[in-house]
């Protein structure tokens, strides 16, 4: 009987200031326990996450506090431009006295 392979979890963690940088950064990355602990801490302090395998995959190849790379930037842009919204649905749920 073949064993099935548990796929492992992996995280990356993104800063973007834009006053400050000219990309985004790479903050954290990890496999296992520590994705596990970097999706948890997005979850506590109510930082949306976008699931997406082949991005993860190619920022976990870069250096922490790197920014990433100008073939990255439409798909990291498709991200923020996600959290964006999804952020200011929650600050206006927040606004409302409502709780999603």
Request: no cysteine; hydrophobic share 40%.
């Amino acid at each position: 009987m073949a064993e099935e392979k548990k796929e492992i979890t992996q995280a990356v963690a993104l800063s973007y200031d834009t006053e400050k940088d000219s990309a985004p950064k790479v903050v954290a990355k990890g496999r296992g326990v520590t994705a596990e602990n970097i999706l948890k801490t997005a979850k506590n302090s109510f930082v949306p996450v976008y699931q997406n395998k082949a991005l993860t995959q190619m920022l976990m190849a870069l250096e922490l506090d790197s920014e990433i790379p100008p073939e990255l930037y439409q798909a990291v842009a498709e991200v923020l431009s996600y959290v964006y919204r999804v952020d200011k649905l929650l600050e206006l749920n927040r606004r409302l006295g409502n709780e999603l």
